[in-house]
């Protein structure tokens, strides 16, 4: 973790987009964030993990969507005018994450990062990457590539395949 860490102020000194989650301000690396839209409609995939609200038509592309909200243990709220989608690779997959609303980018020195704290064996935050005092604020930053696990990466990208076979289907004509 400490070498991902340290890749945070090599790759992009410091730089975080920030967002904010249940009441709480959450940060990825500057260059893990390949853009952010507005939310638009998102088409459901069945039998998929709860997070996974589904898919959007970004410009042509099937884009997989997962409610950060729900993966994280929180309850369901319903999108407001502020929420958006911010576009992550995530082990090479492009995928979009709710979040009820972007606070802007900072910058953080090496003084202001900390690991994450350790909160019992049972409890899972391999997708923290640490925390970020700034001023009276703290940023959870997080680590996309462990957001997720193989097996639920696995089931976001069946899903994709799923409505991209389905897609491809409805487009063939008729014989």
Known sequence: MLEKAT???QDSGGKLLTFMIG??????QILEAREVVGMMPIEPVPQTPSFMKGVINLRGSIIPVIDLRIKF???HKDPTPESCIVKVDIQGHSTGCVV???????????????ESPELGANIHTDFILGMAKLDKRVIIILDMEA???????SQLTEGHRFVTREKVES???AS
Do not use: C, H, R
Request: charged share 20%; aromatic share 10%; proline share 8%.
């Open 171 to 173: 487009a063939a004509p």
């Open 23 to 28: 009441g709480q301000e959450y940060g990825i």
């Open 73 to 75: 243990g929180m309850p």
């Open 100 to 114: 009820d609303f972007l606070v802007g980018v900072v910058t953080i020195e090496p003084k202001d990062f900390e």
């Open 147 to 153: 957001v997720l696990s193989n097996e639920e990466l």
């Open 7 to 9: 890749q945070l102020f």
